[in-house]
Every structure is written in structure tokens, then in C-alpha cells.
Nanobody, 122 residues
Framework: QAQLAESGGGMVQVGESLRLSCEASGFAFSNHVMGWFRQAPGKDREFVAAINWSGRTYYGDFVKGRFTVARDAAKNQVVLQMNSLAPDDTANYYC????????????????WGQGTQVTVSS
């Protein structure tokens, strides 16, 4: 019954910002690392960011300080604040959960959402 539901995607222009949210249910949210991945057509799924139960974070190399991941434990939510968006950020963004802090491979994540589309116009 584990479920993850992403929201907040949309279309923006270069340099603008989006805030993605992921609401979790059906599993021990506080005991899992929550991550974000993205996948564009014809490309592999790519690690974006993750945060553990105590607020420790790590990011994909491409982020370069533009994105911030955070938890709201009271709401069982994880958010991804994306700033300075570029066309290369266009992708379907997925929320996922793992028990392994530091994991960046999709195979390490055991729960997945359906994704939310982010499109950045040039």
C-alpha cells in the first residue's frame, strides 16, 4: 500500500523556479531516505537529490547549487525547490524512497511515484 504522489510540475521559462512536492503514505516515511529522480525521453533515469530522516542531503552533480530538497515530517512530504531552471532540466520528475542513505542508483529505491512533468522553455 505504499504510495508516493508528486505534484507541482508545469511549464516555465528559463531562469524561473518550480517547487515540486511528494506526499508519502503506507510506509514508515521517517525511516526512509526520500529521493528525486528525473528522466527525459531517450535518456536514463538520473538522480537529482535525496534527504534522510535527520535532514542530511546529497545531490546530483548537475544540480550545482540550484536545487534544494527538504522534508516536512508532519505532512509526510518531501519537496524539491528548483531555481534557475534551464531547458536541460526538462524531464519527468519522480519521487522515490530507499532505506540506504547515499544511494543514487534507481535500483536502490523501493517505492516510486508516478512522476510529474517539468518543461523549461528556451
Amino acid at each position: 500500500q505504499a504510495q508516493l504522489a508528486e505534484s507541482g510540475g508545469g511549464m516555465v521559462q528559463v531562469g524561473e523556479s518550480l517547487r515540486l512536492s511528494c506526499e508519502a503514505s503506507g510506509f514508515a516515511f521517517s525511516n526512509h531516505v526520500m529521493g528525486w529522480f528525473r528522466q527525459a525521453p531517450g535518456k536514463d533515469r538520473e538522480f537529482v537529490a535525496a534527504i534522510n530522516w535527520s535532514g542530511r542531503t546529497y545531490y546530483g552533480d548537475f544540480v550545482k547549487g540550484r536545487f534544494t530538497v527538504a522534508r516536512d515530517a508532519a505532512k509526510n512530504q518531501v519537496v524539491l525547490q528548483m531555481n534557475s531552471l534551464a531547458p536541460d532540466d526538462t524531464a519527468n520528475y519522480y519521487c522515490a524512497a530507499t532505506r540506504n542513505f547515499g544511494a543514487t542508483a534507481p535500483t536502490a529505491y523501493i517505492y516510486w511515484g508516478q512522476g510529474t512533468q517539468v518543461t523549461v522553455s528556451s
